[in-house]
């Protein structure tokens, strides 16, 4: 069984673009474990460990270790999302995210994820078009309450301005600093007047005129 697992988890985690660290944060095993798997570490993995697994992956557990096998209709890289198990995000505006989260009773507009983020997540959409990599109208998903780590893309505030921008936080000898998604900037220095609001956790790319539905 094992040597069979070991395929299958390397084959979908390849198809899926995720490493054990991401694959860990999204159904909550210990990339530990999920190395010890894909390395045939693991002779005889608990159920408590295939199972999440194979829900993620839309499989049996038999499909998942190798006993049965995939089904003819499998298309590769795409799985199942249970429409009863979507979270949903505010949609908010950049102003707004300086001092969120809000403890009004304002109904706003959701973005749907199969995620789970925390209470305090909100989404953003991208109102410029010189970002790059990334266009107008792309939806970001952003967590508050995360660490942040090298190389991530945050949402980031500095005193004075009147709206936050995106940019990604680079470490090199325990200094941050902030390097924006245009060349027209420089890198910064992180300071006392810069306050992060968030991490992005996840975007949505619109590859078709409005392709996402708002919830009220």
């Given at each position: 069984?094992?040597?069979?697992?070991?395929?299958?988890?390397?084959?979908?985690?390849?198809?899926?673009?995720?490493?054990?660290?991401?694959?860990?944060?999204?159904?909550g095993l210990p990339a530990s474990t999920i190395k010890k798997i894909r390395n045939n570490d693991d002779p005889n993995p608990t159920l408590s460990t295939l199972?999440?697994?194979?829900?993620?992956?839309?499989?049996?557990?038999?499909?998942?270790?190798?006993?049965?096998?995939?089904?003819?209709?499998?298309?590769?890289?795409?799985?199942?999302?249970?429409?009863h198990t979507l979270n949903h995000v505010p949609l908010i505006s950049w102003e707004e995210a300086i001092n969120w989260p809000f403890k009004d009773n304002k109904v706003r507009p959701t973005i749907t994820t199969e995620y789970e983020y925390s209470k305090d997540a909100y989404a953003l959409i991208v109102d410029e078009d010189d970002w790059e990599s990334l266009s107008k109208d792309t939806v970001l998903?952003?967590?508050?309450?995360?660490?942040?780590?090298?190389?991530?893309?945050?949402?980031?505030?500095?005193?004075?301005?009147?709206?936050?921008?995106?940019?990604?936080?680079?470490?090199?000898?325990?200094?941050?600093?902030?390097?924006?998604?245009?060349?027209?900037?420089?890198?910064?220095?992180?300071?006392s007047e810069h306050k992060i609001l968030g991490v992005i956790v996840e975007y949505k790319k619109q590859l078709r005129k409005n392709p996402l539905e708002l919830i009220d």
């Open positions: 069984m094992s040597e069979n697992l070991k395929t299958n988890l390397n084959l979908l985690m390849k198809e899926a673009h995720l490493n054990a660290e991401e694959l860990s944060r999204r159904i199972t999440p697994l194979a829900k993620y992956f839309s499989l049996t557990i038999s499909q998942l270790v190798g006993d049965e096998p995939f089904s003819e209709s499998r298309i590769s890289g795409s799985y199942n999302i249970n429409l998903l952003v967590d508050p309450k995360l660490q942040v780590e090298h190389r991530d893309f945050i949402i980031a505030h500095r005193s004075g301005q009147k709206t936050p921008t995106l940019k990604q936080v680079l470490f090199d000898e325990g200094q941050m600093y902030l390097k924006p998604v245009t060349q027209k900037y420089n890198i910064a220095i992180f300071t």
